[in-house]
Protein backbone atom coordinates (compact mmCIF):
# COMPACT_ATOMS: atom_id res chain seq x y z
CA UNK A 1 0.00 0.00 0.00
CA UNK A 2 1.46 3.67 -1.12
CA UNK A 3 1.24 5.32 2.13
CA UNK A 4 3.22 8.83 1.42
CA UNK A 5 3.32 10.65 -1.26
CA UNK A 6 6.01 13.06 -1.56
CA UNK A 7 5.63 15.84 -4.32
CA UNK A 8 9.36 17.71 -5.70
CA UNK A 9 8.33 20.83 -7.91
CA UNK A 10 10.36 22.21 -10.30
CA UNK A 11 13.00 24.20 -7.64
CA UNK A 12 14.09 20.93 -6.05
CA UNK A 13 15.18 19.50 -9.40
CA UNK A 14 16.91 22.24 -10.68
CA UNK A 15 20.31 21.01 -11.53
CA UNK A 16 22.39 18.20 -10.95
CA UNK A 17 23.25 18.61 -7.14
CA UNK A 18 19.22 19.06 -6.42
CA UNK A 19 18.47 15.83 -7.90
CA UNK A 20 21.36 14.42 -6.10
CA UNK A 21 19.73 16.15 -2.86
CA UNK A 22 16.44 14.42 -3.78
CA UNK A 23 18.26 11.06 -3.84
CA UNK A 24 19.46 11.30 -0.52
CA UNK A 25 16.21 12.36 1.10
CA UNK A 26 14.47 9.48 -1.13
CA UNK A 27 16.82 7.10 0.05
CA UNK A 28 16.61 7.35 3.61
CA UNK A 29 12.26 7.06 2.95
CA UNK A 30 12.78 4.41 0.29
CA UNK A 31 11.03 1.29 2.51
CA UNK A 32 7.81 3.44 3.28
CA UNK A 33 6.33 2.68 0.46
CA UNK A 34 6.80 6.48 -1.70
CA UNK A 35 4.94 7.67 -4.50
CA UNK A 36 7.33 10.59 -6.25
CA UNK A 37 4.92 13.56 -7.50
CA UNK A 38 7.62 15.40 -10.03
CA UNK A 39 7.45 18.43 -11.95
CA UNK A 40 9.91 19.79 -14.53
CA UNK A 41 13.12 21.06 -13.96
CA UNK A 42 13.83 24.27 -12.44
CA UNK A 43 12.08 26.82 -15.66
CA UNK A 44 11.61 24.36 -17.98
CA UNK A 45 7.53 24.46 -18.16
CA UNK A 46 8.43 28.94 -18.84
CA UNK A 47 10.99 27.28 -21.74
CA UNK A 48 8.34 25.05 -23.41
CA UNK A 49 5.97 27.87 -23.34
CA UNK A 50 8.73 30.23 -24.93
CA UNK A 51 9.39 27.39 -27.59
CA UNK A 52 5.69 27.03 -28.46
CA UNK A 53 4.69 30.17 -28.73
CA UNK A 54 8.13 30.88 -31.19
CA UNK A 55 6.55 28.08 -33.49
CA UNK A 56 3.33 29.57 -33.40
CA UNK A 57 4.12 32.61 -34.49
CA UNK A 58 6.23 30.83 -37.31
CA UNK A 59 8.98 32.03 -36.19
CA UNK A 60 10.85 27.93 -36.88
CA UNK A 61 14.20 29.20 -35.98
CA UNK A 62 13.84 31.07 -33.04
CA UNK A 63 11.80 27.89 -31.57
CA UNK A 64 14.02 25.65 -32.65
CA UNK A 65 16.80 27.85 -30.49
CA UNK A 66 14.20 27.78 -27.95
CA UNK A 67 13.89 23.74 -27.70
CA UNK A 68 17.54 23.70 -28.19
CA UNK A 69 17.49 25.64 -25.07
CA UNK A 70 15.76 23.48 -23.58
CA UNK A 71 17.29 20.59 -24.59
CA UNK A 72 21.20 22.04 -23.41
CA UNK A 73 19.62 22.71 -20.15
CA UNK A 74 18.37 19.08 -19.32
CA UNK A 75 21.68 17.63 -20.88
CA UNK A 76 23.62 19.79 -18.37
CA UNK A 77 22.16 17.78 -15.65
CA UNK A 78 21.91 14.49 -17.49
CA UNK A 79 25.97 14.66 -17.94
CA UNK A 80 26.29 15.96 -13.80
CA UNK A 81 24.35 12.74 -12.80
CA UNK A 82 25.96 10.71 -15.33
CA UNK A 83 29.27 11.49 -17.13
CA UNK A 84 30.22 9.77 -19.52
CA UNK A 85 28.77 6.59 -18.33
CA UNK A 86 24.63 7.72 -19.35
CA UNK A 87 23.51 3.75 -20.37
CA UNK A 88 22.30 3.81 -23.69
CA UNK A 89 18.92 2.97 -23.65
CA UNK A 90 18.12 6.01 -21.29
CA UNK A 91 20.23 8.67 -23.40
CA UNK A 92 17.92 7.07 -26.33
CA UNK A 93 14.69 7.24 -24.22
CA UNK A 94 15.35 10.94 -23.60
CA UNK A 95 16.42 11.56 -27.22
CA UNK A 96 13.40 9.56 -27.84
CA UNK A 97 11.04 12.15 -25.94
CA UNK A 98 12.67 15.11 -26.93
CA UNK A 99 12.10 13.86 -31.16
CA UNK A 100 8.29 13.59 -30.34
CA UNK A 101 8.26 17.44 -28.57
CA UNK A 102 9.96 18.56 -31.97
CA UNK A 103 7.41 17.25 -33.83
CA UNK A 104 4.43 18.25 -31.55
CA UNK A 105 5.95 21.67 -31.51
CA UNK A 106 5.64 21.84 -35.56
CA UNK A 107 1.34 20.85 -35.44
CA UNK A 108 0.61 24.57 -35.39
CA UNK A 109 -2.41 24.29 -37.10
CA UNK A 110 -4.09 22.78 -34.07
CA UNK A 111 -5.80 25.39 -31.07
CA UNK A 112 -3.67 27.00 -28.63
CA UNK A 113 -4.78 25.50 -25.35
CA UNK A 114 -4.68 21.80 -27.44
CA UNK A 115 -0.93 21.95 -28.72
CA UNK A 116 -0.01 23.64 -25.15
CA UNK A 117 -1.07 20.75 -23.20
CA UNK A 118 0.55 17.98 -25.96
CA UNK A 119 4.20 19.76 -25.65
CA UNK A 120 4.32 21.38 -22.26
CA UNK A 121 3.50 18.00 -20.68
CA UNK A 122 6.95 16.41 -21.77
CA UNK A 123 8.67 18.89 -19.37
CA UNK A 124 7.26 16.36 -16.38
CA UNK A 125 8.15 13.06 -18.96
CA UNK A 126 11.36 14.28 -18.83
CA UNK A 127 12.68 15.22 -15.49
CA UNK A 128 10.62 11.83 -13.90
CA UNK A 129 12.78 9.57 -16.56
CA UNK A 130 15.90 11.27 -15.64
CA UNK A 131 15.45 10.78 -12.30
CA UNK A 132 14.14 7.89 -12.13
CA UNK A 133 17.41 6.93 -14.08
CA UNK A 134 19.25 8.78 -11.37
CA UNK A 135 17.38 6.49 -8.44
CA UNK A 136 18.28 3.35 -10.31
CA UNK A 137 21.40 4.59 -10.38
CA UNK A 138 21.50 5.06 -6.50
CA UNK A 139 20.15 1.45 -5.99
CA UNK A 140 16.78 2.62 -5.00
CA UNK A 141 14.62 0.42 -7.24
CA UNK A 142 11.85 2.47 -8.85
CA UNK A 143 8.66 2.18 -11.00
CA UNK A 144 7.68 4.90 -13.64
CA UNK A 145 3.69 5.80 -13.76
CA UNK A 146 3.04 7.97 -16.66
CA UNK A 147 0.76 10.11 -15.16
CA UNK A 148 -1.42 10.54 -18.12
CA UNK A 149 -3.29 6.91 -17.88
CA UNK A 150 -4.42 8.03 -14.11
CA UNK A 151 -4.82 11.88 -13.92
CA UNK A 152 -8.20 11.39 -16.30
CA UNK A 153 -9.63 14.51 -17.35
CA UNK A 154 -14.04 14.65 -17.59
CA UNK A 155 -13.82 15.66 -21.80
CA UNK A 156 -11.37 16.51 -24.56
CA UNK A 157 -12.59 20.11 -24.19
CA UNK A 158 -10.94 21.79 -21.55
CA UNK A 159 -7.31 21.46 -22.01
CA UNK A 160 -4.73 23.68 -19.89
CA UNK A 161 -7.07 23.61 -16.88
CA UNK A 162 -8.33 20.18 -17.18
CA UNK A 163 -11.42 19.12 -14.84
CA UNK A 164 -10.46 15.61 -13.30
CA UNK A 165 -12.90 12.68 -13.95
CA UNK A 166 -12.95 11.45 -10.11
CA UNK A 167 -14.55 8.47 -10.49
CA UNK A 168 -11.91 7.49 -13.09
CA UNK A 169 -9.36 8.16 -11.41
CA UNK A 170 -10.20 6.33 -8.33
CA UNK A 171 -10.59 3.62 -10.29
CA UNK A 172 -7.58 3.47 -12.07
CA UNK A 173 -5.12 4.78 -9.24
CA UNK A 174 -6.57 2.67 -6.28
CA UNK A 175 -5.24 -0.99 -8.61
CA UNK A 176 -1.67 1.17 -7.83
CA UNK A 177 -2.36 -0.50 -4.18
CA UNK A 178 -2.74 -3.86 -5.48
CA UNK A 179 0.23 -3.76 -8.01
CA UNK A 180 2.33 -2.01 -5.85
CA UNK A 181 5.22 -4.24 -4.78
CA UNK A 182 7.06 -3.60 -1.45
CA UNK A 183 10.53 -1.47 -1.26
CA UNK A 184 9.65 -0.34 -4.89
CA UNK A 185 9.55 3.70 -4.88
CA UNK A 186 6.78 4.82 -7.38
CA UNK A 187 7.45 7.65 -9.81
CA UNK A 188 4.93 9.97 -11.34
CA UNK A 189 4.87 13.86 -13.35
CA UNK A 190 2.54 16.59 -11.79
CA UNK A 191 0.78 18.98 -13.97
CA UNK A 192 -0.07 16.25 -16.14
CA UNK A 193 -3.45 13.73 -17.11
CA UNK A 194 -4.89 12.36 -19.92
CA UNK A 195 -7.93 11.89 -21.82
CA UNK A 196 -10.08 8.82 -21.04
CA UNK A 197 -9.09 7.15 -24.67
CA UNK A 198 -5.70 7.62 -24.04
CA UNK A 199 -5.66 9.68 -27.26
CA UNK A 200 -4.11 13.22 -25.53
CA UNK A 201 -2.44 14.70 -23.21
CA UNK A 202 -3.90 17.54 -20.66
CA UNK A 203 -2.45 19.70 -17.87
CA UNK A 204 -4.22 20.92 -14.84
CA UNK A 205 -2.96 24.62 -15.15
CA UNK A 206 0.13 26.48 -13.98
CA UNK A 207 1.63 24.89 -10.67
CA UNK A 208 -0.54 22.05 -10.72
CA UNK A 209 2.02 19.25 -9.50
CA UNK A 210 1.17 20.11 -5.67
CA UNK A 211 -2.65 18.91 -6.99
CA UNK A 212 -1.28 15.70 -8.62
CA UNK A 213 -0.17 15.17 -5.65
CA UNK A 214 -3.80 14.92 -3.69
CA UNK A 215 -5.33 13.18 -6.59
CA UNK A 216 -2.75 10.35 -5.80
CA UNK A 217 -2.85 10.91 -2.11
CA UNK A 218 -7.21 10.94 -2.45
CA UNK A 219 -7.67 7.71 -4.96
CA UNK A 220 -4.90 5.86 -2.96
CA UNK A 221 -6.21 6.57 0.66
CA UNK A 222 -2.75 7.65 1.46
CA UNK A 223 -1.61 9.22 4.56
CA UNK A 224 0.03 11.68 4.37
CA UNK A 225 1.62 14.42 1.34
CA UNK A 226 4.92 15.94 1.66
CA UNK A 227 5.51 19.11 -0.36
CA UNK A 228 9.24 19.31 -0.32
CA UNK A 229 10.12 22.90 -0.70
CA UNK A 230 13.25 25.74 -1.08
CA UNK A 231 11.59 27.22 2.43
CA UNK A 232 11.43 25.86 5.95
CA UNK A 233 7.72 25.22 5.56
CA UNK A 234 4.91 27.73 5.04
CA UNK A 235 5.81 30.77 6.14
CA UNK A 236 3.53 33.58 6.70
CA UNK A 237 5.33 35.89 3.90
CA UNK A 238 7.08 34.91 1.10
CA UNK A 239 10.59 35.62 1.98
CA UNK A 240 11.77 37.58 -1.27
CA UNK A 241 9.55 40.08 -0.56
CA UNK A 242 8.96 40.52 3.29
CA UNK A 243 11.96 40.59 5.59
CA UNK A 244 11.26 38.94 9.59
CA UNK A 245 8.82 36.23 7.90
CA UNK A 246 8.02 33.51 10.60
CA UNK A 247 7.13 29.54 9.90
CA UNK A 248 3.43 28.69 10.42
CA UNK A 249 3.94 25.21 12.49
CA UNK A 250 0.54 24.22 12.31
CA UNK A 251 -2.56 24.95 10.04
CA UNK A 252 -6.47 23.45 9.54
CA UNK A 253 -6.78 22.84 6.31
CA UNK A 254 -9.89 26.08 5.76
CA UNK A 255 -6.91 28.31 6.73
CA UNK A 256 -5.38 26.88 4.17
CA UNK A 257 -7.26 26.90 1.86
CA UNK A 258 -7.97 30.72 1.94
CA UNK A 259 -3.92 31.52 2.19
CA UNK A 260 -3.79 29.46 -1.59
CA UNK A 261 -6.96 30.92 -2.41
CA UNK A 262 -5.64 34.55 -2.02
CA UNK A 263 -2.32 33.62 -3.49
CA UNK A 264 0.10 31.69 -1.43
CA UNK A 265 2.17 30.13 -3.83
CA UNK A 266 3.30 27.47 -1.96
CA UNK A 267 0.25 25.53 -2.03
CA UNK A 268 -1.45 25.10 -5.55
CA UNK A 269 -5.50 26.02 -4.45
CA UNK A 270 -7.36 23.07 -5.60
CA UNK A 271 -4.86 20.80 -3.05
CA UNK A 272 -6.50 20.92 -0.50
CA UNK A 273 -10.07 19.84 -0.97
CA UNK A 274 -8.95 16.48 -2.07
CA UNK A 275 -6.72 16.03 1.20
CA UNK A 276 -9.64 17.13 3.58
CA UNK A 277 -11.83 14.65 2.22
CA UNK A 278 -10.28 11.79 3.27
CA UNK A 279 -8.44 13.57 6.24
CA UNK A 280 -4.59 13.08 4.65
CA UNK A 281 -2.32 15.18 6.48
CA UNK A 282 -0.36 17.58 4.34
CA UNK A 283 3.69 18.51 5.33
CA UNK A 284 5.73 20.91 3.92
CA UNK A 285 9.13 20.35 4.47
CA UNK A 286 12.35 22.33 3.29
CA UNK A 287 14.39 19.67 1.09
CA UNK A 288 17.53 22.10 1.96
CA UNK A 289 17.04 21.14 5.45
CA UNK A 290 14.59 18.35 5.53
CA UNK A 291 15.76 17.76 9.46
CA UNK A 292 13.48 20.81 10.37
CA UNK A 293 9.82 20.50 11.61
CA UNK A 294 8.08 20.50 8.49
CA UNK A 295 4.59 22.61 8.76
CA UNK A 296 1.80 20.40 9.54
CA UNK A 297 -1.71 21.08 7.73
CA UNK A 298 -4.92 19.07 9.03
CA UNK A 299 -8.09 18.81 10.39
CA UNK A 300 -7.23 19.90 13.67
CA UNK A 301 -7.82 24.07 14.97
CA UNK A 302 -5.81 25.15 17.67
CA UNK A 303 -6.24 28.90 18.69
CA UNK A 304 -2.35 29.51 18.29
CA UNK A 305 -3.23 29.26 14.34
CA UNK A 306 -4.95 32.52 14.49
CA UNK A 307 -2.11 34.64 16.04
CA UNK A 308 0.32 34.46 13.26
CA UNK A 309 -0.84 37.35 10.10
CA UNK A 310 -0.15 36.19 6.94
CA UNK A 311 0.88 38.43 3.59
CA UNK A 312 0.32 37.06 0.39
CA UNK A 313 1.34 39.31 -2.86
CA UNK A 314 -0.47 38.48 -5.77
CA UNK A 315 0.92 40.17 -8.96
CA UNK A 316 0.45 40.43 -12.90
CA UNK A 317 -3.27 41.01 -11.64
CA UNK A 318 -6.19 42.49 -14.53
CA UNK A 319 -8.98 44.68 -12.75
CA UNK A 320 -12.04 44.22 -14.57
CA UNK A 321 -15.04 46.87 -13.84
CA UNK A 322 -18.54 45.81 -15.55
CA UNK A 323 -21.61 47.94 -15.67
CA UNK A 324 -24.98 47.36 -17.54
CA UNK A 325 -25.28 49.34 -20.90
CA UNK A 326 -29.09 49.49 -20.09
CA UNK A 327 -28.44 51.23 -16.45
CA UNK A 328 -29.85 48.33 -14.55
CA UNK A 329 -28.65 47.36 -11.36
CA UNK A 330 -25.80 45.15 -10.88
CA UNK A 331 -28.47 42.36 -9.97
CA UNK A 332 -28.71 38.59 -9.74
CA UNK A 333 -29.58 38.38 -13.26
CA UNK A 334 -26.45 40.31 -14.58
CA UNK A 335 -24.22 38.81 -11.97
CA UNK A 336 -25.48 35.43 -13.21
CA UNK A 337 -24.54 36.21 -16.63
CA UNK A 338 -20.89 37.58 -15.77
CA UNK A 339 -19.81 34.56 -13.51
CA UNK A 340 -21.51 32.27 -16.17
CA UNK A 341 -19.16 33.65 -19.33
CA UNK A 342 -16.26 33.97 -16.36
CA UNK A 343 -16.74 30.18 -15.69
CA UNK A 344 -17.48 28.94 -19.37
CA UNK A 345 -13.77 30.96 -20.05
CA UNK A 346 -12.06 29.37 -16.53
CA UNK A 347 -11.85 32.89 -15.53
CA UNK A 348 -11.17 32.38 -11.62
CA UNK A 349 -11.82 35.88 -9.74
CA UNK A 350 -9.28 36.44 -6.70
CA UNK A 351 -11.56 39.50 -5.87
CA UNK A 352 -14.90 40.46 -6.31
CA UNK A 353 -16.54 43.75 -5.51
CA UNK A 354 -20.12 44.86 -6.56
CA UNK A 355 -21.86 47.99 -6.53
CA UNK A 356 -25.57 49.71 -7.51
CA UNK A 357 -24.11 49.67 -11.11
CA UNK A 358 -20.74 47.79 -10.95
CA UNK A 359 -19.42 44.67 -10.99
CA UNK A 360 -15.39 44.61 -10.60
CA UNK A 361 -12.85 41.50 -9.69
CA UNK A 362 -9.46 40.87 -10.48
CA UNK A 363 -7.70 37.93 -12.10
CA UNK A 364 -4.56 36.56 -12.93
CA UNK A 365 -3.76 38.71 -16.08
CA UNK A 366 -4.67 36.78 -19.12
CA UNK A 367 -5.06 38.41 -22.36
CA UNK A 368 -6.78 35.68 -24.66
CA UNK A 369 -9.26 35.11 -21.84
CA UNK A 370 -9.75 38.87 -21.45
CA UNK A 371 -10.54 39.28 -25.17
CA UNK A 372 -12.91 36.60 -25.15
CA UNK A 373 -14.72 37.62 -22.10
CA UNK A 374 -15.05 40.95 -23.78
CA UNK A 375 -16.26 39.54 -26.70
CA UNK A 376 -19.18 37.60 -24.27
CA UNK A 377 -20.46 40.33 -22.50
CA UNK A 378 -19.54 43.07 -25.05
CA UNK A 379 -23.60 43.60 -26.03
CA UNK A 380 -25.01 44.25 -22.63
CA UNK A 381 -22.06 45.20 -20.47
CA UNK A 382 -19.78 48.43 -20.86
CA UNK A 383 -16.13 46.89 -19.83
CA UNK A 384 -13.07 48.56 -18.45
CA UNK A 385 -9.84 46.95 -17.19
CA UNK A 386 -6.82 48.13 -15.51
CA UNK A 387 -3.85 45.24 -16.09
CA UNK A 388 0.09 45.04 -13.81
CA UNK A 389 -1.96 45.48 -10.81
CA UNK A 390 -1.09 43.58 -7.53
CA UNK A 391 -3.66 42.13 -5.11
CA UNK A 392 -2.57 42.42 -1.51
CA UNK A 393 -4.28 40.49 0.98
CA UNK A 394 -3.69 40.39 4.79
CA UNK A 395 -5.01 37.54 6.94
CA UNK A 396 -5.82 37.69 10.55
CA UNK A 397 -5.35 41.77 9.91
CA UNK A 398 -4.41 44.19 12.60
CA UNK A 399 -4.33 47.56 11.80
CA UNK A 400 -1.58 48.96 10.26
CA UNK A 401 -0.03 46.08 9.25
CA UNK A 402 -0.49 47.43 5.56
CA UNK A 403 1.19 50.53 5.72
CA UNK A 404 4.73 49.23 5.00
CA UNK A 405 3.81 47.49 1.97
CA UNK A 406 1.29 49.92 0.25
CA UNK A 407 3.40 52.88 0.52
CA UNK A 408 3.50 55.08 -2.18
CA UNK A 409 1.26 52.75 -4.30
CA UNK A 410 -2.28 53.74 -5.89
CA UNK A 411 -5.35 51.70 -3.95
CA UNK A 412 -7.98 50.85 -6.60
CA UNK A 413 -9.48 48.57 -4.26
CA UNK A 414 -9.78 48.05 -0.57
CA UNK A 415 -11.90 45.82 0.99
CA UNK A 416 -12.14 43.87 4.27
CA UNK A 417 -13.96 41.10 6.92
CA UNK A 418 -13.04 40.62 10.13
CA UNK A 419 -10.29 38.71 9.25
CA UNK A 420 -8.84 39.62 5.96
CA UNK A 421 -7.97 42.92 4.59
CA UNK A 422 -7.37 43.37 0.76
CA UNK A 423 -6.19 45.70 -1.55
CA UNK A 424 -5.81 46.04 -5.59
CA UNK A 425 -2.63 48.67 -6.05
CA UNK A 426 -1.34 50.14 -8.59
CA UNK A 427 2.19 51.36 -9.11
N1 LIG B 1 5.82 22.35 -14.21
C1 LIG B 1 4.55 22.97 -13.99
C2 LIG B 1 4.74 24.46 -13.81
O1 LIG B 1 5.86 24.94 -13.78
C3 LIG B 1 3.79 22.38 -12.87
C4 LIG B 1 4.39 22.53 -11.49
O2 LIG B 1 5.57 22.80 -11.35
O3 LIG B 1 3.64 22.37 -10.52
O4 LIG B 1 3.75 25.15 -13.71
MG1 LIG C 1 6.06 24.48 -8.67
Not at 140 to 158: F, G, Q, S
Amino acid sequence: MIQKIYKFGGASVKDADAVRNLADIVGQHKDEDILLVVSAMGKTTNMLEKALANFREHDGNLGMDALHEVIAYHDGIINGLFGEDANPGFAENIAGLFIELWEKLQKTDAPYDYQYDQTVCYGELISTSIIQEYLSKCDIPTRWLDARKYVIAEDDTHFRAANPDWDEMRLRISKLNDEHIRGLVCITQGFIGGTADGKHSVTLGREGSDFTAAIFANCLDAEEVTIWKDVDGLLNADPKRFADTVKIPHIPYSEAIELAFYGATIIHPKTIKPLQNKGITLKVQSFLNPDHEPTIIDGNHRKSDESIPSFIVKDNQTLVSITPRDYSFMNVHNLQVIFEACDELRIHANMIQTSALMLSFCFDSDAQRLSQLRNLLHNSFKIKYNEGLQLFTIRHYREGLELDFIAGKSILVKQSSRSTMQFVLGA
